[in-house]
T-cell receptor
Framework: AQTVTQSQPEMSVQEAETVTLSCTYD???????LFWYKQPPSRQMILVIR??????QNATENRFSVNFQKAAKSFSLKISDSQLGDAAMYFC?????????????FGEGTQLTVNP | DTGVSQNPRHKITKRGQNVTFRCDPI?????LYWYRQTLGQGPEFLTY????????KSRLLSDRFSAERPKGSFSTLEIQRTEQGDSAMYLC???????????FGPGTRLTVL
């Protein structure tokens, strides 16, 4: 079974600074998807960024980018120019590319605080 | 695109009562998921529908839990004989068949007294 580990329960960053959230995963599959979701205090989960394992290029969405290291099974999220609205719980998630493997497996989450 | 909606948003019940939650997915999404999230934890998968067919169930889904998606549109999750351990946020997500991203609803927070 796949597992996802986020080793940083809490992180903090100063407004306008850069922060990196860590995520590692364990799988025997070669093709899969990885996601970062954000869950603000209102608790609705919002997709931040996604990465297909077969793509070597790291995904980027505006101020959010990932460092995907397939061999190391590492998938970190970098937030540049942090804003107060970035404060939230961030979850790393894994999904198999197999048709039957449709579920998301989540890590434990990292609570990000943005200090003004 | 109105997003995934869930009702009710909050439910307080007494132990032993039955509760039912509803999820309305994004209209063109044929895949629907239920997850459970306890405080401070990541969501855990419960079950998955493709159209009206329930294709996957987690071992977390005990025989007190049942989910349906009768017409391949909205889905219901029922918990019978609720226990205090059932207290959690129940999240619904949907996905288009050709896409790889699940979109989540706001969740239903269940409190069992």
């Amino acid at each position: 079974a796949q597992t996802v580990t986020q080793s940083q329960p809490e992180m903090s960053v100063q407004e306008a600074e850069t922060v990196t959230l860590s995520c590692t995963y364990d799988t025997s599959e070669s093709d899969y998807y990885l996601f970062w979701y954000k869950q603000p205090p209102s608790r609705q989960m919002i997709l931040v960024i996604r990465q297909e394992a077969y793509k070597q290029q790291n995904a980027t969405e505006n101020r959010f980018s990932v460092n995907f290291q397939k061999a190391a099974k590492s998938f970190s999220l970098k937030i540049s120019d942090s804003q107060l609205g970035d404060a939230a719980m961030y979850f790393c998630a894994y999904r198999s590319s197999r048709a039957s493997g449709s579920r998301l497996t989540f890590g434990e989450g990292t609570q990000l605080t943005v200090n003004p | 695109d109105t997003g995934v909606s869930q009702n009710p948003r909050h439910k307080i019940t007494k132990r032993g009562q039955n509760v039912t939650f509803r999820c309305d997915p994004i209209s063109e999404h044929n895949r629907l998921y239920w997850y459970r999230q306890t405080l401070g934890q990541g969501p855990e998968f419960l079950t998955y529908f493709q159209n009206e067919a329930q294709l996957e169930k987690s071992r977390l889904l005990s025989d007190r839990f049942s989910a349906e998606r009768p017409k391949g549109s909205f889905s219901t999750l029922e918990i019978q004989r609720t226990e205090q351990g059932d207290s959690a946020m129940y999240l619904c997500a949907s996905r288009a068949g050709s896409a790889d991203t699940q979109y989540f609803g706001p969740g239903t927070r269940l409190t069992v007294l």
